[in-house]
């Protein structure tokens, strides 16, 4: 009875192994159609693939840190000319961290998921004003932290952890400091901020926002010959990103604004 028994479950497995490997190559090929529309700037089919991902895996982190950020690209792109545009973009940068969110739960000790939560919250903190949602900004600071801290995900999530936090230090810092200090802002730092970028082009070269945001900080600092540098390495680089187009020309104009400094 027992052998039977043995060999009815066996059978089972077999029949079943099949279907878990025909799931596995579907999940597999609909993340690879996902970062190949994503490289294409195409957010919505991206996020049909990554949708249809969820489906098959509801649990699933790497699904949920790639739908986080393919939501940031779309409200990105959205438009906010009146309220109900603004209310509508807003909700789908929630709807970003909400996921993001849930990479974190999944797995609390992978870069990925901290810098998914940590971009998210940082769109809608700069919706609503840095300044009136302190503690947001903190929480994007503690989370980008922790993701260099921990050290995974590769070269990008690190170059970009490193960035975004350079990015919050100085979009931050521009406020008196004073003023922020009583917020429980006053630990942003332009000097560190231009650390933090030139850590991020060291560990990933290429991306041209990098460039362009560390010129930014430069010119406060006056260093107008390595601000120069940096946004001519921008206009050498291939894109990458859905707004490249913007940030190169954003680097030409900046470029014709000091070019006697």
Request: glycine share 4%.
């Amino acid at each position: 009875m027992k052998r039977t028994a043995s060999n009815l479950l066996l059978l089972f497995i077999l029949l079943l192994a099949p279907g878990l490997k025909i799931c596995a190559q579907s999940l597999d090929a609909l993340m690879d159609d996902g970062e190949k529309y994503y490289k294409q700037f195409n957010n919505e089919k991206a996020l049909e693939a990554f949708k249809k991902a969820e489906k098959l895996e509801p649990n699933n982190f790497e699904v949920f840190w790639h739908l986080s950020r393919t939501y940031v690209d779309i409200a990105d792109r959205m438009p906010n000319s009146n309220k109900d545009q603004e209310n509508a973009q807003l909700a789908v940068y929630q709807t970003a961290l909400d996921y993001a969110e849930k990479a974190v739960k999944a797995k609390p000790d992978q870069s990925a998921g901290l810098l998914r939560r940590a971009i998210a919250n940082g769109k809608i903190a700069l919706f609503k004003g840095v300044f009136s949602v302190a503690g947001v900004v903190n929480s994007v600071r503690a989370d980008l932290e922790k993701a260099i801290q921990l050290g995974n995900g590769g070269n990008f999530t690190q170059g970009v952890a490193h960035y975004v936090l350079a990015r919050t230090h100085a979009k931050t810092s521009e406020k008196w400091k004073p003023a922020r200090s009583v917020l429980g802002l006053g630990w942003a730092d332009n000097e560190i901020a231009l650390k933090e970028y030139k850590k991020a082009i060291e560990i990933y070269p290429g991306y041209i926002m990098f460039y362009v945001d560390y010129a930014n900080s430069l010119i406060r600092e006056d260093e107008y010959k390595t601000a120069r540098e940096m946004l001519n390495k921008a206009l050498t680089c291939q894109h990458q990103h859905q707004d490249d187009d913007k940030r190169i020309a954003e680097a030409k104009k900046i470029l014709n604004d000091i070019k006697d400094e």
